[in-house]
């Protein structure tokens, strides 16, 4: 039988017991009232142990998942630290990048224009030396043309003089004056 049981037990018989004319008081037979209550008092000690085991199981259960809830949370903060630690080196590491593109973009624009005026140089350079050696073949063949061939010198005959002392005979492959 549990506390509650013999609570029962007692209101029944303080409900049970003769009333008194004209009072709200009763009789109740001593012995057994006080018998009730000493089993009751007997009683008492069981139920508070339990409570009391109740308590502390509720308190152990409790702090276990204090200490779960606590190594939950400082789980998903170092999980939040490291991806946010992640992100930040991933971010970091594009913006680098960017900057590394954008220099080397500006370093190849400024070596493509400097190899373009190397080139562009060395091209005028170039033609300026191939218009002097144009101009060179260009006098060399003219003076070739103002002279007569050698073969047509063989025209002259036997004669020891040469062409160019008789000023109004033609050249060899020349129209006369």
């Excluded at 779960?68 to 590491?93: C, G, M, N, P």
Aim: some cysteine; proline content about 5%; hydrophobic content about 35%.
């Amino acid at each position: 039988m549990d506390v509650h049981d013999k609570l029962d037990e007692v209101v029944s018989v303080v409900e049970n017991a003769r009333s008194m004319p004209m009072s709200a008081s009763c009789i109740v037979h001593r012995g057994e009232l006080l018998g009730l209550l000493e089993e009751l008092r007997e009683l008492l000690p069981e139920e508070f142990r339990h409570a009391q085991l109740l308590l502390t199981d509720r308190e152990a259960v409790v702090d276990e998942g204090r200490q779960e809830a606590a190594r939950i949370v400082a789980a998903a903060e170092a999980e939040r630290d490291r991806l946010t630690s992640e992100s930040e080196v991933y971010a970091e590491a594009v913006r680098a990048a960017d900057r590394i593109r954008t220099v080397a973009r500006e370093e190849a624009e400024t070596m493509r224009g400097e190899v373009d005026d190397y080139v562009d140089t060395k091209l005028a350079n170039f033609e300026v030396a191939l218009d002097k050696t144009l101009t060179a073949v260009h006098r060399g063949r003219e003076k070739l043309r103002e002279r007569s061939p050698i073969e047509d010198w063989a025209h002259y005959g036997d004669d020891t003089s040469h062409p160019l002392d008789d000023p109004e005979r033609p050249l060899p492959g020349r129209a006369g004056p």
